[in-house]
């Protein structure tokens, strides 16, 4: 079905996935529960009917990123050549002249699969760090996609991570998501503590790899999409929990520029420091 969804024109997809997402608001009660909490969270300046608004617009988005995945497996790249904005890729250019490889450090964007071909555009090498599916169908689904655009890598392979940038190719990393208290420490994300990986010090120290933030999001006026690469101020600082402390603050500015395209649909805050508790339990009851 999402292949045949696929072959509609641009902005008939833009369409179909914004009522989905309606459709998905309306019939997703613990998932909008845990948009509204996150939002309410992180956006405290927003008023009640601007933060519900907000939510509508996450459900929205985050639908029309399931139809930007099938056109990100199926679409011709032509398609989008047109519709992509490259900003300050000078700088990766530069970095990938120094022979180390870079990271590129992404975050849970509603495009997130898209951003990959998009990128591809650009003629640069670049491998995917992934979470192994439990599923063996949707394994098989999201590394054979990404295929098309990517060198799919288990990031628990640490091997293949290296000699990836040993062979200067771009890896693309998101160390936005909770992951549990191993290997991670409580830093401030949107104001809010937020248990966050140290593996991007890690993947660093590796192969002494540069550090690139890159950024997507689709266009206000819905014309196409927007990549762009920056500098992570003060990165590496020489402390994994400073360290951690600038990625976050570096997510969070990315963020900022589309946030309604963010996945808030996962529970960033799902660890509770300690002694704290769940906000998403504290506020169902």
Same mark, same amino acid.
């Given at each position: ?48 009917? #601007?933060?519900?608004? %907000?939510?509508?617009? /996450? *459900? ?8 930007? !995945?099938?056109? =990100? ?103 936005? #998501?909770?992951?549990? %208290?191993?290997?991670? /420490? *409580? ?8 248990? !966050?990986?140290? =593996? ?86």
């Amino acid at each position: 079905m999402l292949r045949l969804v696929s072959m509609l024109p641009y902005r008939a997809g833009l369409a179909l996935g914004r009522m989905i997402g309606r459709l998905l608001l309306k019939a997703m009660s613990k998932r909008r529960h845990i948009v509204e909490i996150n939002i309410r969270t992180c956006f405290p300046e927003l008023t009640r009917e #601007q933060q519900q608004q %907000r939510v509508k617009e /996450v *459900f929205e988005n985050n639908a029309i990123g399931l139809i930007e !995945t099938g056109w =990100a497996y199926w679409k011709s790249r032509e398609f989008f050549r047109a519709r992509t904005e490259f900003r300050n890729f000078e700088l990766l250019d530069r970095y990938l002249e120094e022979g180390n490889g870079v990271i590129l450090m992404g975050w849970h964007f509603s495009c997130l699969d898209l951003a990959g071909l998009l990128f591809s555009l650009y003629g640069k090498p670049c491998s995917t760090l992934y979470r192994k599916h439990d599923y063996p169908l949707l394994e098989w689904f999201f590394t054979h996609g990404r295929e098309r655009f990517s060198f799919p890598i288990e990031r628990q392979k640490t091997r293949q991570m290296l000699r990836a940038m040993r062979n200067n190719h771009c890896i693309w990393y998101a160390p936005d #998501q909770d992951l549990g %208290r191993k290997g991670t /420490v *409580f830093v401030p994300f949107f104001g809010h503590p937020a248990a !966050t990986t140290l =593996a991007t010090t890690k993947m660093h120290q590796l192969n002494n790899s540069p550090l690139i933030k890159l950024d997507c999001w689709r266009k206000p006026d819905n014309s196409g999409y927007i990549l762009e690469c920056s500098e992570v101020e003060g990165f590496p600082s020489g402390s994994e929990e400073q360290d951690a402390v600038l990625i976050n603050k570096a997510i969070e500015q990315g963020i900022r520029k589309a946030p309604s395209q963010y996945m808030w649909v996962h529970k960033r805050f799902k660890t509770a420091p300690p002694g704290e508790k769940n906000i998403y339990k504290a506020a169902k009851r």
